[in-house]
């Protein structure tokens, strides 16, 4: 590996570890919010969660292997954190639904950083 790989993957880690603290967060929020009495209410901030940790792991998968495609999937990654993360702070009285909102907000900042 050359030493421009070496930093180009540096470059990128605040952003890798970002989507996967995120990738973990959403998939614990979803997992409590099943656990709800009123799941049916949750259901589109279940399908947040589940589409927002598929997309940060994806995201940090193409990010780790330099592929040209980072930037594109970083900005929609930065998308559906941003969409998961309004959904999820909508339940103020679900602590899981709060701390997954600042993740996503979190790592929405750090994929849009990937696309400058």
């Known amino acids: 590996m050359s030493s421009n790989q070496i930093l180009q993957n540096e470059k990128h880690q605040s952003c890798i570890n970002a989507c996967f603290e995120c990738a973990e967060s959403c998939e614990y929020c979803a997992t409590c919010c099943l656990r709800e009495q009123d799941v049916k209410m949750l259901s589109r901030c279940i399908q947040?969660?589940?589409?927002?940790?598929?997309?940060?792991?994806?995201?940090?998968?193409?990010?780790?292997?330099?592929?040209?495609?980072?930037?594109?999937?970083?900005?929609?990654?930065?998308?559906?954190?941003?969409?998961?993360?309004?959904?999820?702070?909508k339940h103020t009285n679900m602590d899981h639904c709060q701390k997954c909102a600042q993740a996503c907000r979190k790592c929405a900042d750090e994929c849009r950083k990937m696309t400058v």
Do not use: H, P, V, W
Request: glycine share 0%; proline share 0%.
């Open 48 to 89: 947040l969660d589940r589409d927002c940790a598929t997309i940060c792991l994806t995201a940090a998968a193409f990010m780790s292997r330099d592929s040209d495609y980072a930037k594109q999937i970083c900005n929609l990654c930065a998308d559906i954190c941003e969409a998961c993360a309004q959904e999820c702070e």
